[in-house]
């Protein structure tokens, strides 16, 4: 206890998200002073912005427990009750990738929801039969990439809706600082700014940058991390100017290279480049999209001039 992690503890020692922090603030106290638990919350958005993070300090804010688990982990709905039934009044369920609860998981999710129980049938043919469990009030904290993964029932359920999104640069230079801190790791601000700025506003990447950055430094045996060892580290690890690594420069490349730039879908990138279509949905495209070098349209990705520019590439149709 008092010692620095690298995950914050608290709200006030949560750096960004700024919109949701000073509104969930305000939920937790009322929820305090009605003594009751705090409503179902939902947060979406790209990995790596905190939203584990963010769960594990709503319950200390709370001063209850955290159960963690994820949709694909709960098979079937006696894994479900198994996790219910260990609740104390007021804990925190933290479910990530909730969108890949089974169908049938869900569904008995509905009840425990909104009032606080569960029907099941125990036993099998002729020993059949309805059980009715009642459960102690309860937080959901589910986390998804992408809310428009969720079923719309399930959606519904949530009264408090968390929009992570990507972290400034000033906000991204003050997590890196604090990490140094936690690693008692010197860092002067333009080292900061630089592993901040090529980031791609997302903290687990400025964590790990750092993490490597602060090898380099280490083993050249410089006392302070500066913009000089960020810049050689980031060489080597092929992470360039804006912050791309290979994986987005190859997707880029073949957009360019194979279509022209696009349009072309989703599945077509997929193959050619061996990725799952969600891993370009869910990791990969949005930061490209939020930078401006991609752009969707009902044909089909196209990648922007700013990309070609970046690449160093000219475009030759036309
Ligand atoms: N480390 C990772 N994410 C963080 C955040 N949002 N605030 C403070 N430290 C962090």
Do not use: C, W
Request: proline letters at 5%.
């Amino acid at each position: 206890f008092g010692q620095l992690s690298l995950r914050p503890q608290f709200l006030n020692q949560y750096i960004g998200q700024t919109k949701i922090k000073d509104e969930i603030a305000v939920y937790i106290q009322a929820a305090k002073q009605r003594e009751e638990s705090l409503d179902h919350v939902l947060l979406y958005g790209p990995p790596g912005l905190g939203k584990t993070t963010l769960a594990t300090v709503i319950a200390n804010e709370l001063q209850v427990n955290i159960k963690t688990t994820t949709g694909p982990a709960i098979e079937k709905p006696g894994d479900l009750v198994a996790i219910l039934n260990e609740l104390e009044p007021g804990d925190v369920l933290f479910i990530d990738e909730i969108h890949r609860l089974p169908k049938n998981v869900e569904e008995i999710l509905y009840s425990a929801m909104e009032d606080f129980y569960i029907d099941i049938i125990v036993g099998q043919d002729t020993t059949a039969h309805p059980v009715h469990f009642p459960l102690p009030p309860f937080t959901l904290i589910g986390a998804t990439t992408r809310a428009g993964m969720l079923s719309a029932p399930l959606r519904a359920r949530f009264g408090i809706l968390g929009h992570m999104s990507y972290y400034t640069e000033t906000e991204l230079t003050a997590i890196v600082k604090r990490s140094a801190e936690v690693f008692d790791t010197q860092i002067d601000d333009q080292g900061a700014h630089e592993i901040a700025r090529r980031s791609r506003g997302t903290p687990r990447i400025a964590n790990r940058l750092l993490k490597r950055v602060r090898d380099f430094s280490q083993v050249s045996q410089k006392e302070m991390i500066d913009k000089e060892i960020v810049d050689y580290a980031l060489k080597l690890l092929r992470v360039d100017e804006k912050g791309l690594d290979d994986n987005d420069r190859k997707l880029l490349r073949t957009m360019i290279l194979l279509y022209n730039g696009g349009p072309v879908g989703l599945s077509t990138i997929a193959a050619n480049i061996g990725e799952e279509t969600d891993t370009i949905e869910d990791v990969i495209e949005p930061y490209l999209l939020q930078i401006g070098f991609i752009k969707r349209t009902p044909r089909g990705r196209v990648v922007t001039d700013a990309a070609y520019q970046h690449l160093g590439l000219v475009r030759t149709d036309k």
